[in-house]
């Protein structure tokens, strides 16, 4: 909700008061335990646009998914409401506001976090990456003008470890999770990052 009686919830405006420039949505947690719908997802990637916030929105599937093959169609589905909300905010190329300046591009990111890859020490094959976020890239291109800033993450068990081998993929960054909380463990990815 933009604003309201939401008590434990903190609106894009007050993000953005604060000054906060990126907000993690959709991650894991948010959809499994507390619920949240795809739909709700893009809700909130729309207030955080709104608000001049750049939305860093994680899509991924539980192990049972992606144990099953399912995992191409299972993250669509997750896109698919963001990708409706986008086409709608999209500006064109020769869009203007008001004062007639140009609109600038929709800036996002798209986060793939393997649910089962989340704190677990596994990290999935770096080809099966590569094939997840192909097909994000597909989507979001397909779907869309060319009028917006994309980047795309990878999150899950990212970690010294894993890092060389990560950051041979084309990716644009990564969403260090429990790592991120050990300043010399987050040292150690940067620098071989």
């Given at each position: ?64 998914v ?19 909300m ?21 800036s ?10 989340i ?5 999935p094959?770096t ?15 397909k ?40 300043f ?10």
């Amino acid at each position: 909700h933009a604003n309201g009686p939401f008590t434990g919830q903190v609106s894009a405006q007050s993000l953005r008061q604060v000054g906060c420039q990126f907000c993690i949505i959709g991650h894991s947690e948010r959809r499994t335990i507390l619920n949240e719908t795809s739909e709700m997802i893009a809700q909130k990637a729309q207030h955080l646009l709104e608000c001049n916030i750049e939305p860093i929105i994680c899509v991924g599937e539980p192990r049972e998914v992606y144990e099953n093959g399912n995992t191409f169609s299972f993250i669509e589905e997750q896109l698919n409401p963001v990708v409706k909300m986008l086409k709608i905010l999209e500006p064109t190329p020769l869009s203007f506001d008001d004062r007639g300046a140009n609109h600038p591009p929709i800036s996002f990111s798209i986060a793939y976090e393997p649910y089962w890859a989340i704190g677990t020490d596994i990290t999935p094959e770096t080809s099966y990456v590569k094939s997840v976020v192909e097909m994000i890239r597909s989507i979001i291109k397909k779907q869309l003008n060319e009028h917006y800033n994309m980047q795309i993450l990878y999150g899950g068990s990212v970690s010294s470890e894993t890092i060389s081998q990560l950051s041979t993929l084309d990716l644009d960054g990564f969403l260090v999770g429990g790592a991120s909380l050990d300043f010399q463990k987050f040292k150690n990815i940067v620098s071989l990052g």
